[in-house]
């Protein structure tokens, strides 16, 4: 297998330094098809440094740098010291910030004054477990999963009831008739991520509605994740899960974050939405110690991507659409006898790779391709045989990734 670096550029020409605009909006997208591995393992990041001479498709995070306003404020917060530990303002900001944000993309007129920062979504989930499930009880994890979601409860001495989504046809779907015996069994919480990590399923209103009414006839709690939200492809739609109903909004703890949408998640700053009044008053006994963690550069960085970042996003978004449309092209071309199901948001592929007879695929392709991707044993049950891919990467570096896979499969007879 060659060396996946392709000829290195000038890191200033990349987008990590995208000062030089190709656009209004900052986002270079001829600057990140130049940008290389070599460029990417250049930064630091543990995407591209943990398997050093791999292509990095296992971490959920894009390679297309900063929007120059969050890099702007970055460079601005440092040059006046703005590094000290979180005020009250700035939260402040945040929550409004925040609001802004879900009126103006998904028709949600939230207050403000519900809306709490915390150093990123498995702290609001770590306190949903802590504070509202509670130890010796259990939670409802649809699989395949984001590997926290199945680990992190058992540190709270919570049982995990992993829960298979279902095929039908071309499009995933939710076992309600198994969610609802592990309720009628006393289970009392269930995790919603929408869209789906790492299937890329986004919930339609009906499925939304019918999870809701089996929580209330059963008297459950939902943790809705919805970081990915601002992903969703043509022919979707997000709706906040707390938007469908007031019942839904008394039983949902939402957590989101801009970390996803902008390249930001060192920053440490993400947002719970605490819609139902109970909660808030937990929060502000009991958990408001969280929001010390929150980091103040975060904050500056989050309300500048939520006021001033979105025309930078839609031109990243485009870009993963496109990546995309190579992947299902991929996927139905020379990847046509693994199993795949087109991802409807997100910027992750699950790929099933037991139809070729491999049972570990992750460790298949990091030694036979040099791709590192998420092994899908570590989402669930489910996920034996198959892999998590991110697909945010430049594109030039994504085609590789599909040139070493299938080279790999086809030297070994398998394709």
């Known amino acids: 297998m060659s060396d996946i670096s392709m000829t ?6 990349t987008a990590t330094h995208c000062h030089e605009q190709a656009n209004t909006s900052g986002f270079d997208a001829e600057a990140i098809d130049r940008t290389s591995a070599a460029d990417l393992a250049a930064i630091g990041g543990d995407k591209w ?3 050093p001479g791999c292509i990095g498709a296992f971490i ?3 390679d297309y740098g900063l929007a120059p306003c969050i890099q702007q404020a970055i460079d601005n917060a440092c040059d006046h010291c703005k590094l000290g ?3 009250d303002p700035w939260k402040r900001r945040v929550a409004e910030a925040c609001a802004k944000w879900q009126k103006d993309h998904y028709g949600w007129n939230v207050s403000p ?7 990123d979504v498995l702290e609001a989930y770590e306190i949903f477990l802590r504070e509202i499930v509670g130890a010796g009880n259990s939670v409802i994890v649809p699989t395949p999963a984001y590997m926290p979601f199945l680990s992190v409860p058992r540190l709270y001495n919570i049982d995990v009831i992993e829960i298979d989504m279902l095929q039908d046809g071309d499009a995933w779907a939710f076992d309600f008739d198994a969610i609802e015996q592990a309720f009628r069994n006393g289970c009392k919480a269930f995790v919603l991520c929408n869209p789906h990590n790492p299937i890329g399923k986004v919930l339609t209103l009906d499925e939304e509605q019918r999870i809701s009414d089996l929580a209330a006839a059963y008297d459950a ?3 809705s994740d919805e970081i990915h939200a601002p992903f969703v492809f043509d022919g979707y739609t997000h709706i906040p899960f707390a938007t469908i109903s007031e019942q839904a909004a008394m039983q949902s703890m939402t957590a989101t974050s801009a970390s996803k949408s902008f390249n930001i998640p060192g920053t440490k700053c993400a947002q719970v939405l605490l819609t139902n009044p109970d909660d808030l008053t937990m929060w502000m006994d009991r958990a408001e110690w969280s929001e010390h963690q929150t980091a103040t550069i975060g904050a500056i960085a989050t309300t ?3 006021n001033e970042g979105d025309p930078w996003f839609q031109d990243a978004l485009q870009y993963v659409k496109r990546n995309f449309t190579l992947v299902d092209e991929e996927m139905h071309g020379r990847f046509n006898k693994v199993g795949y199901v087109k991802p409807q948001g997100t910027y992750i592929a699950w790929l099933d790779f037991k139809p070729l007879g491999i049972t570990d695929p992750a460790a298949y392709f990091l030694d036979r391709a040099k791709v590192a ?3 899908g044993k570590e989402c669930g049950t489910i996920g034996q045989g198959c892999v998590r891919m991110n697909f945010a990467m430049p594109r030039p570096l994504l085609r590789n990734c599909f040139d070493r896979m299938y080279v790999a499969l086809h030297e070994d007879g398998l394709l």
Do not use: C, H, K, N
Request: hydrophobic fraction near 40%; glycine fraction near 0%; proline fraction near 13%.
């Open 49 to 51: 440094t943990r398997y």
């Open 8 to 13: 290195s550029t000038d890191p200033a020409a």
């Open 85 to 87: 530990y979180i005020p």
């Open 373 to 375: 991707l998420t092994d």
């Open 221 to 223: 709690r939902i943790f």
């Open 60 to 62: 959920a995070e894009m």
């Open 113 to 119: 004054d519900i809306i709490r920062p915390v150093p």
């Open 304 to 306: 500048t991507a939520y």
